[in-house]
């Protein structure tokens, strides 16, 4: 591999880590999201006697937004569609077919939910979450979103073997 090409593929990977970082940190702050709005949906409904309708839309939204974007984290790593014991089994030219079927049908996966994603936050533009009064394409989005930012995480893990080590190295294999 030349030097301009590892050049250019360092760069790449440097902008799709933090790319990917920020999708999961933005995925954990989902989560806490979530969670706070839950904790405060339960003291207003026992403790404060209080309805809280705008807290369980706010809660399926965030944690729909946390799962879609938090999913560019396990692409990366290569831990969300999993096929240890065959992988490990497999030698040579398998092993590289294996890995690039996995690839393929990973990635037409996520063309799909990036495809449809964007056909149905368009179809839903119009409608409101009630609670929250905001349009039902602001959870719909997060199909699209969580899929091309998926889809760069895939490839960056297809172009760096590294990654895979170290992941393999953490599960102890």
């Known amino acids: 591999m030349s030097a301009g090409s590892r050049g250019w593929r360092s760069a790449v990977l440097a902008v799709e880590r933090r790319i990917t970082q920020a999708a999961v940190a933005l995925g954990c702050a989902g989560l806490v999201v979530a969670s706070l709005a839950g904790l405060y949906q339960i003291v207003a409904r026992f403790v404060l006697f209080v309805p809280a309708a705008w807290s369980e839309p706010l809660i399926q939204l965030s944690l729909i937004w946390m799962a879609y974007l938090a999913l560019a984290g396990a692409m990366r790593t290569g831990t969300l569609i999993s096929v240890d014991i065959m992988r490990s089994k497999a030698k040579g030219r398998f092993k590289r077919a294996l890995d690039a079927y996995i690839l393929l049908a990973t990635l037409s996966l996520l063309l799909a939910l990036l495809w449809f994603g964007c056909e149905l ?53």
């Open 121 to 173: 936050a368009e179809r839903v533009q119009f409608q409101t979450i009630a609670g929250l009064g905001i349009s039902a394409s602001w959870a719909y989005a997060a199909l699209p979103v969580g899929a091309a930012i998926s889809i760069l995480a895939l490839l960056a893990h297809a172009l760096d073997p590294s990654a895979r080590a170290d992941v393999a190295a953490d599960a102890g294999g």
